[in-house]
């Protein structure tokens, strides 16, 4: 790849929103007001705007390896705090995919590096479903499923904060799972039982 063409296609992306909207930039320049927060995987086959069908500013995007959220993650807890409590998203999923490397890599017993504090969260995951993984004899059936499961827990640690706890009692902010299937080109929602979480965690992580 030339980075030269990069630049070229930025300038015919310019003439084609032009070309529908002569008042798009002047548009994109008064702000942003996303109702959504996406919180997606890295992986470069994984375009958050591209597979929702959606344009600049109508999504608020943070990307990192294997869609974590990660308490003691300054990055992930600045993007949730400003999304909810100044954008005022009502809506944040979090999307993982299937033929995930950051999951995949998790469940090898190799040496990697910085990814190890990273990837352990990955192995945290495994350890609290690995009755259920372990039933699972096709290798890749199993890596899908901790997929699923990695998104699911994503999900709870980020019901468990004061930001998204609040914005559910003060505008009923939701929180959902979603899996990216790169085979496919789907988007599947896992059904995530938001309030069920809420109602199970709130003994321990309740922040009123």
């Not at 974590?68 to 992930?76: G, H, Q, W």
């Not at 705090?81 to 993982?96: M, R, S």
Request: glycine fraction near 6%.
């Amino acid at each position: 790849m030339k980075i030269e063409q990069v630049f070229k296609n930025n300038q015919d992306w310019i003439q084609g929103k032009l070309k529908t909207n002569a008042n798009f930039f002047n548009d994109l320049g008064k702000g942003q007001s996303p109702e959504l927060l996406y919180i997606g995987c890295s992986d470069s086959r994984v375009t958050a705007e591209d597979l929702m069908g959606m344009g600049p500013g109508e999504v608020f995007v943070h990307r990192n390896i294997a869609n974590m959220v990660i308490s003691i993650d300054l990055n992930v807890m600045s993007v949730v705090d400003y999304a909810v409590e100044h954008l005022k998203v009502n809506h944040v999923v979090v999307c993982g995919h299937y033929a995930c490397g950051g999951v995949k890599a998790a469940m090898q017993s190799a040496d990697l590096g910085i990814l190890n504090p990273w990837l352990r969260n990955i192995r945290d995951v495994y350890r609290l479903h690995k009755k259920e993984l372990d039933a699972i004899e096709n290798e890749d059936k199993k890596y899908d499923r901790l997929v699923e499961l990695n998104v699911q827990e994503q999900c709870v640690n980020l019901i468990k904060t004061a930001a998204v706890q609040k914005a559910y009692r003060d505008r009923n902010l939701k929180v959902y799972g979603w899996v990216f299937d790169v085979h496919s080109g789907k988007l599947i929602d896992l059904k995530i039982d938001f309030e069920g979480i809420l109602r199970n965690i709130m003994e321990i992580y309740h922040l009123d």
